[in-house]
């Protein structure tokens, strides 16, 4: 069974940092790209980051510079490092992987940052 496991979220002042985790496991994740998704109240959710398996990586415009996404293949792992974090940063962040003829999320971890 497939499963993504998210970890790190929690309440910050703006200006603080937060390092999010997913842990995934349940089948190989190897050729796929794994990211971040982010939906914060009465929105869409929306990309905030993502990684290939190759290591090349794509961000939403509103976090170029502060975030910062990594991957570890062998532990089946990708990361979120959040700097500088803003009010608008707020919401539900969701781990996704997509590979070939498949994709799934994680259930989801809690951002809330405070101005």
């Known amino acids: 069974q497939v499963q993504l496991v998210e970890s790190g979220g929690g309440l910050v002042q703006a200006g603080g940092s937060l390092r999010l985790s997913c842990a995934a496991s349940g089948r190989n994740f190897g050729i796929s790209r794994m990211g971040w998704y982010r939906q914060a109240p009465g929105k869409q959710r929306e990309l905030v980051a993502a990684?290939?398996?190759?290591?090349?990586?794509n961000y939403a415009d509103s976090v170029k510079g502060r975030f910062t996404i990594s991957r570890d293949i062998a532990k089946n792992m990708v990361y979120l490092q959040m700097n500088s974090l803003k009010p608008e940063d707020t919401g539900v962040y969701y781990c996704?992987?997509?590979?070939?003829?498949?994709?799934?999320w994680g259930q989801g971890t809690q951002v809330t940052v405070s101005s």
């Open positions: 990684i290939t398996s190759g290591g090349s990586t």
């Open positions: 996704n992987v997509d590979g070939p003829g498949y994709q799934y």
